[in-house]
């Protein structure tokens, strides 16, 4: 998170996106990815074909969910190596 703040992201959106992606300030068309890529960090074995259905209801396509699906991976990889290595943020 701390590097999204240092990108200009505003802290407060960040914490609330990841409170409740719901209720967070975004578009209602990155809802959808946000609740994919949550779930997929959060409960990966609970992933089902409507979850990447939701994603395509909301206009992306598949190169957008594979997209969202790399970065999530990628990140949840990094943090579990730096977790590993007791590095701290």
Do not use: H
């Amino acid at each position: 998170m701390q590097l999204a703040v240092q990108l200009g992201i505003d802290a407060a959106a960040l914490d609330a996106l990841v409170a409740n992606v719901d209720q967070a300030n975004i578009s209602d068309r990155l809802k959808p990815i946000f609740r994919f890529v949550k779930k997929l960090t959060r409960e990966p074995a609970r992933i089902v074909k409507s979850d990447a259905e939701a994603v395509f209801a909301a206009g992306w396509n598949e190169n957008a969910l594979e997209d969202a699906i790399a970065v999530c991976v990628l990140l949840n990889m990094m943090n579990r190596l730096a977790n590993g290595y007791g590095l701290k943020g």
